[in-house]
């Protein structure tokens, strides 16, 4: 039971905007792998593309807090979940977009290329 404050009544855990099955992360979760399987099927330098999700980076001195990492020899992407929940732009209200511009991002850093082309393949 959770306490009452001020005499306004007990207080009620609040509705997660985020709330599915599994809370955030399988939300995230479910992101990125939808992401990253759009990338593979769109673009052959990505079809070998593996990614994985982390709550947060290891802390690397004299580096800010990074969003993402990549492995050219693996063709792997890591997500960290935290800070991409946490840091993105508060006035986008879809947080899937955070979520999809960091794996767009990563991607594009994996192969050399901008974020927009993955966004806008030619035809």
């Not at 404050?5 to 855990?13: A, E, K, Q, V, Y």
């Not at 509705?15 to 939808?34: A, I, K, N, Y």
């Not at 593309?49 to 990492?69: A, F, H, K, Q, T």
């Not at 492995?71 to 946490?86: K, Q, V």
Request: aromatic share 6%; proline share 7%.
């Amino acid at each position: 039971m959770q306490r009452d404050r001020h005499g306004r009544g007990l207080r009620r855990p609040l509705p997660s905007r985020l709330s599915r099955s599994g809370g955030h992360s399988s939300f995230f979760q479910s992101t990125v792998e939808q992401t990253c399987e759009f990338l593979r099927v769109t673009f052959e330098e990505l079809e070998s593309l593996r990614w994985r999700v982390e709550d947060v980076p290891p802390l690397i001195e004299n580096e800010g807090l990074r969003r993402y990492s990549t492995n050219r020899e693996t063709m792997t992407i890591t997500l960290y979940r935290i800070p991409i929940e946490r840091l993105g732009k508060h006035r986008i209200p879809d947080p899937r977009v955070h979520i999809e511009q960091a794996v767009l991002s990563a991607a594009a850093e994996l192969i050399d290329k901008d974020p927009w082309e993955l966004i806008h393949p030619e035809d």
